[in-house]
């Protein structure tokens, strides 16, 4: 995931001479020594290539750059070593930092543990000797490909959280809160994170025959956007509050959606739904757009409760797993598209942050992830779309610490970090110098910009998006006040 041209990137190289990744033997000693600077940041899993790509692009010196995993696919710890290019507080440029990301848990971890004092006994990954050098580069070039994969964990005191709504929001019961008091949070929205339905490629296809975009005869997908297909968002909302079953009995799943002629066992084909787990703000941000939930009151609905433990399968009733991390997601679209028989295969849908990209360039290598995005009612999931005002499914995403009065409040220079990054990552002049692999995840807020929208230079308009919600309230409507 290159987030800079070449020229700016050796440019760069030349102007910091000889400075050499920060691995763990470095950082070993660096601790021993006393010199290293350790910042540890939870929750919002769904952001969190943004948040590598932000300390690649912005604070990092690139020789110094290092990715650990907690495992080759990352999905509940990531750590970010390097050396500061810029002066951060009274942290000189050269100093050497370890910025830890846990996205076991979700946005909930950003947030409760911060809460009363914080809760030292989270756990963060631990980079030391027992790290392992993974098939990444050292220094790293690509925030998807780790460079150590390091299994051990420490617990400690979180010094600040991410989530992908407001923290209040999370502790709604039905994002498995217990209404806890986060007044003490130092909160603020930082970006819009714009979400989407995610199948696998199986239904991918199937979902093309049935409206018309590919031949019946294809036998691999129509990548491209003409023949992207869409799903009711009715049809989403109904599966996972328990009404789409999908059964030979009831009728009411696929079949809906995709005829006989396309899938001769379509009544049969079972709805897994892949889903995280209460606590995620993925969660939080569907449970809010297809139930209405915790926003209707009385005219809300229920998500229908998943499983850690649940099977998937061709066919049968509707099945919901959940998992604790956007990467498990991914794994659980990709193990549905696994699936096979002789009339099509498996079928799964999730709602995955728009950043994931299931075909990104990984060190210039196409990955492949076995699931696709699909329109929502016709709209399409993009930032584009968002900005447009066509799309709707996104949130304001926050970050926040323990405010100065609490006995867990940051020190002043990570404090210092924490205010430079919640100020920076979410503009976009920082969002255009990314990945293009992410940016369709990504749109400024419109309180970024000053003065009218449509005054704007082509390029920032086509970062800024200019209808949103109220800040800090997840359940009001989106609008275009821009």
Same mark, same amino acid.
């Given at each position: 995931?290159?987030?800079?041209?070449?020229?700016?990137?050796?440019?760069?190289?030349?102007?910091?001479?000889?400075?050499?990744? *920060? !691995?763990?033997?470095?950082?070993?000693?660096?601790?021993?020594?006393?010199?290293?600077?350790?910042?540890?940041?939870?929750?919002?899993?769904?952001?969190?290539?943004?948040?590598?790509?932000?300390?690649?692009?912005?604070?990092?010196?690139?020789?110094?750059?290092?990715?650990?995993?907690?495992?080759?696919?990352?999905?509940?710890?990531?750590?970010?070593?390097?050396?500061?290019?810029?002066?951060?507080?009274?942290?000189?440029?050269?100093?050497?930092?370890?910025?830890?990301?846990?996205?076991?848990?979700?946005?909930?971890?950003?947030?409760?543990?911060?809460?009363?004092?914080?809760?030292? !006994?989270?756990?963060?990954?631990?980079?030391?000797?027992?790290? !392992? +050098?993974?098939?990444?580069?050292?220094?790293?070039?690509?925030?998807?490909?780790?460079?150590?994969?390091?299994?051990?964990? +420490?617990?400690?005191? #979180?010094?600040?959280?991410?989530?992908?709504?407001?923290?209040?929001?999370?502790?709604?019961?039905?994002?498995?809160?217990?209404?806890?008091?986060?007044?003490?949070?130092?909160?603020?929205?930082?970006? /819009?994170?714009?979400?989407?339905?995610?199948?696998?490629?199986?239904?991918?296809?199937?979902?093309?025959?049935?409206?018309? *975009?590919?031949?019946?005869?294809?036998?691999?997908?129509?990548?491209? #956007?003409?023949?992207?297909?869409?799903?009711?968002?009715?049809?989403?909302?109904?599966?996972?509050?328990?009404?789409?079953?999908?059964?030979?009995?009831?009728?009411?799943?696929?079949?809906?959606?995709?005829?006989?002629?396309?899938?001769?066992?379509?009544?049969?084909?079972?709805?897994?739904?892949?889903?995280?787990?209460?606590?995620?703000?993925?969660?939080?941000?569907?449970?809010?757009?297809?139930?209405?939930?915790?926003?209707?009151?009385?005219?809300?609905?229920?998500?229908?409760?998943?499983?850690?433990?649940?099977?998937?399968?061709?066919?049968?009733?509707?099945?919901? *797993? /959940?998992?604790?991390?956007?990467?498990?997601?991914?794994?659980?679209?990709?193990?549905?598209?696994?699936?096979?028989?002789?009339?099509?295969?498996?079928?799964?849908?999730?709602?995955?942050?728009?950043?994931?990209?299931?075909?990104?360039?990984?060190?210039?290598?196409?990955?492949?992830?076995?699931?696709?995005?699909?329109?929502?009612?016709?709209?399409?999931?993009?930032?584009?779309?968002?900005?447009?005002?066509?799309?709707?499914?996104?949130?304001?995403?926050?970050? /926040?610490?323990?405010?100065?009065?609490?006995?867990?409040?940051?020190?002043?220079?990570?404090?210092?970090?924490? +205010?430079?990054?919640?100020?920076?990552?979410?503009?976009?002049?920082?969002?255009?110098?990314?990945?293009?692999?992410?940016?369709?995840?990504?749109?400024?807020?419109?309180?970024?910009?000053?003065?009218?929208?449509?005054?704007?230079?082509?390029?920032?308009?086509?970062? +800024?998006?200019?209808?949103?919600?109220?800040?800090?309230?997840?359940?009001?409507?989106?609008?275009?006040?821009?």
């Amino acid at each position: 995931m290159k987030l800079r041209s070449s020229l700016i990137a050796l440019a760069c190289l030349a102007s910091f001479g000889a400075a050499h990744a *920060l !691995t763990p033997t470095e950082i070993v000693t660096a601790r021993g020594d006393g010199s290293l600077k350790e910042v540890r940041l939870t929750g919002a899993s769904a952001l969190r290539l943004l948040i590598g790509a932000y300390i690649q692009s912005d604070l990092a010196q690139p020789t110094t750059f290092d990715v650990f995993f907690d495992s080759a696919a990352g999905s509940n710890y990531r750590a970010y070593s390097f050396k500061t290019k810029v002066a951060i507080g009274t942290w000189p440029v050269g100093t050497p930092v370890v910025i830890y990301k846990r996205d076991l848990g979700g946005s909930t971890q950003g947030v409760a543990p911060l809460l009363n004092g914080g809760d030292a !006994t989270q756990t963060h990954m631990l980079i030391d000797a027992s790290c !392992t +050098t993974s098939s990444g580069p050292s220094p790293a070039t690509d925030v998807q490909k780790p460079g150590f994969l390091c299994a051990g964990t +420490t617990t400690g005191l #979180a010094h600040g959280g991410f989530s992908d709504v407001e923290p209040p929001l999370l502790q709604e019961v039905v994002n498995g809160g217990s209404g806890l008091d986060t007044s003490g949070l130092d909160a603020a929205g930082f970006v /819009q994170n714009i979400f989407a339905v995610a199948v696998n490629k199986k239904l991918y296809l199937a979902l093309q025959k049935a409206q018309g *975009l590919v031949a019946p005869s294809a036998t691999v997908i129509d990548e491209s #956007a003409a023949a992207q297909p869409s799903i009711p968002k009715t049809f989403i909302a109904g599966a996972l509050t328990g009404q789409m079953l999908g059964s030979s009995s009831n009728k009411k799943g696929w079949n809906l959606l995709i005829p006989a002629s396309v899938d001769s066992n379509i009544n049969n084909k079972r709805i897994n739904v892949c889903r995280r787990t209460p606590g995620s703000g993925t969660q939080a941000a569907s449970n809010l757009y297809f139930a209405n939930n915790p926003c209707g009151g009385a005219n809300q609905y229920t998500p229908t409760a998943g499983s850690t433990s649940a099977t998937l399968a061709v066919t049968g009733s509707l099945t919901t *797993l /959940q998992n604790s991390s956007t990467g498990a997601v991914e794994t659980c679209l990709g193990n549905v598209e696994a699936l096979a028989d002789s009339s099509g295969g498996g079928y799964a849908f999730g709602v995955l942050g728009r950043e994931n990209n299931p075909q990104a360039l990984v060190n210039g290598v196409p990955s492949e992830k076995g699931y696709r995005y699909v329109k929502l009612s016709g709209a399409t999931p993009s930032r584009a779309g968002l900005i447009s005002g066509e799309y709707d499914f996104a949130v304001e995403a926050s970050m /926040q610490w323990p405010k100065s009065d609490a006995a867990n409040a940051p020190a002043a220079d990570v404090l210092a970090l924490m +205010t430079k990054m919640r100020a920076e990552l979410g503009k976009a002049s920082i969002l255009q110098g990314l990945d293009p692999d992410l940016q369709n995840g990504l749109a400024a807020l419109p309180s970024t910009v000053v003065g009218a929208w449509s005054d704007l230079d082509a390029t920032t308009k086509s970062y +800024t998006s200019h209808t949103n919600r109220a800040s800090a309230n997840s359940c009001s409507f989106v609008r275009m006040t821009k």
